[in-house]
């Protein structure tokens, strides 16, 4: 069992930073690759980026591509997503996933959810 708590959402402006944390308890983080996603008002979730166990590897979103870090600490067994330049469509709840299996980054593929925190960019 895995218990991700996610961190450091909140309302910035437009052009602006943030940096979201996601703190896991339970069996040994270095084992999952981590996702983030998020989900607007009215819209699906939707993936945000990853970050693989072993090697580092990221992927991200086309949409946030140039414009957000994912990045993990074993020791501290969290990841974070590093936000930048943000716009009023990145508003959303940001939720942190992990992944034990080598499958997909679609949703029904994540093994363990955090419970989310809000993002909110004003224009």
């Known amino acids: 069992q895995v218990q991700l708590v996610e961190s450091g959402g909140g309302l910035v402006q437009a052009g602006g930073s943030l940096r979201l944390s996601c703190a896991a308890s339970?069996?040994?983080?270095?084992?999952?690759?981590m996702g983030w996603f998020r989900q607007a008002p009215g819209k699906d979730r939707e993936f945000v980026a990853s970050?693989?166990?072993?090697?580092?590897?990221?992927n991200y979103a086309d949409s946030v591509k140039g414009r957000f870090t994912i990045s993990r600490a074993n020791a501290a067994s969290t990841v974070y997503l590093q936000m930048s330049s943000l716009k009023p469509e990145d508003t959303a709840v940001y939720y942190c996933?992990?992944?034990?299996?080598?499958?997909?980054?679609?949703?029904?593929?994540?093994?363990?959810w955090g419970k989310g925190t809000l993002v909110t960019v004003s224009s």
């Open positions: 996933a992990a992944r034990l299996w080598d499958t997909t980054w679609s949703i029904q593929d994540m093994d363990y």
């Open positions: 339970g069996r040994a983080f270095y084992a999952y690759s």
């Open positions: 970050i693989s166990r072993n090697d580092g590897i990221t």
